[in-house]
């Protein structure tokens, strides 16, 4: 277990629909990533945060936002699903948010859009 | 932009042998880091080994070492006395110290273990 928790593991919906996926980060951690990892794209970098303040933005599509609440938990909301938007969803966490801290990863969960 | 570029995008070796993943970056940053994760078929990530760029001795951590040569920008993970479970995708990522960084991942190299 690495401290980081991600709900649900799993997550089966159709298209045009709206999920959200949460995050906890581990505890003492302030920042809050998300990757998506893709069989064609890899694992891209979406979104962190830190303390609640947006910190650095990647690809992350328009139909996507999070946001990080003042408990640190965080949340991503994707929207208007595609079936590309099929992926495994990682949320990791680090104490600061510079490049100085290791990032912790989550288990993942795994959306898929039918 | 960093790119973090893993040039084989499979490898095998016997257990008990050594295996070495190759890695290369590109960046004008002069400070930062460099990672390798592991990922198992559990899919979790998990992190392997850590290097600082500013920092000339190479990581090491058990059977798992680097070989980071700066001017080169290569990062290559030496994996000794394999074991069946360290069958797995393995990730190199770079970040830079700088704040609104990203963590920048390489396609991965999966690497298998054979008995």
């Known amino acids: 277990d690495s401290g980081v928790t991600q709900t649900p593991k799993h997550l089966i919906t159709a298209t045009g629909q709206r999920v959200t996926l949460r995050c906890s980060p581990r505890?003492?951690?302030?920042?809050v990533y998300w990757y998506q990892q893709s069989l064609d794209q890899g694992l891209q970098f979406l979104i962190q945060y830190y303390n609640g303040e947006e910190r650095a933005k990647g690809n992350i599509l328009e139909r996507f936002s999070a946001q990080q609440f003042p408990d640190l938990h965080s949340e991503l909301n994707l929207s208007s699903l595609e079936l590309g938007d099929s992926a495994l969803y990682f949320c990791?966490?680090?104490?600061?948010?510079?490049?100085?801290?290791?990032?912790?990863f989550g288990a993942g969960s795994r959306l898929t859009v039918l | 932009a960093q790119t973090v570029t893993q040039s084989q995008p499979e490898m095998s070796v016997q257990e008990a042998e050594t295996v070495t993943l190759s890695c290369t970056y590109d960046?004008?940053?002069?400070?930062?880091?460099l990672f390798w994760y592991k990922q198992p078929p559990s899919r979790q990530m998990i992190l392997v080994i850590r290097q600082e760029a500013y920092k000339q001795q190479n990581a090491t951590e058990n059977r798992f070492s680097v070989n980071f040569q700066k001017a080169a920008k290569s990062f290559s993970l030496k994996i000794s006395d394999s074991q069946l479970g360290d069958t797995a995708m393995y990730f190199c990522?770079?970040?830079?110290?700088?704040?609104?960084?990203?963590?920048?991942f390489g396609g991965g190299t999966r690497l298998m273990v054979k008995p």
């Open positions: 990522a770079f970040i830079s110290n700088n704040a609104g960084n990203m963590l920048t």
């Open positions: 505890s003492g951690d302030l920042s």
């Open positions: 960046t004008s940053e002069n400070n930062y880091y």
């Open positions: 990791a966490s680090s104490q600061g948010g510079t490049g100085a801290n290791v990032l912790t």
